[in-house]
């Protein structure tokens, strides 16, 4: 013979060894590759990341939809802010600086301007609407800066 048949059966047992630890270590791969929320088949696995990718889809149309919302509201809302205080009574004693002039503006320089003059009988407040960073209205030269002040703080110069 030219093979000896114990040599055969080691060479076959050999084999067997091999292809034994090959499907152990196969079958571990596959059991950690599936390992998870209790998912039985690669299927069940796929399904699984499949859902959760549906549900993130929505979840991120949902959340651009509502900063596109917040987004308008910023830019309705009052972006900048200035004061000037001043005595509009200069050498008469009245007043001190407790006048003032404050401009509130979006980012569009729509908004209002708020005066108050003080003296020591009275005090009277003006609002002036704004539109675009002017009125229809006259403008103090104190009114003027704090209108500036308010542009410049919201970065809008």
Known sequence: MLFDTTIIIYVLIAIVIVLAIWLIRTEIRLNRMLRGKEARTLEDTILSIQKELERFSD????????????????KQSVQGLGTIR???FKGT????????????????????????????DRVSLFAKP???????FELTDEEQEA???????ASLE
Not at 95 to 102: I, P, R, V, W, Y
Not at 130 to 136: C, E, Q
Not at 147 to 153: D, G, L, M, N, P
């Open 59 to 74: 979840f991120n149309k949902k959340s651009s939809e509502y900063f596109r919302t917040v987004e308008a509201r910023v």
């Open 86 to 88: 001043f005595n509009p």
């Open 93 to 120: 004693g009245q007043g001190g600086g407790q006048s003032f002039s404050t401009a509130l503006v979006n980012e569009k320089g729509n908004g209002v301007v708020l005066s108050s003059l003080y003296s020591r």
């Open 130 to 136: 704004l539109k675009n960073f002017t009125s229809d």
């Open 147 to 153: 209108i500036r002040i308010a542009k410049t703080e």
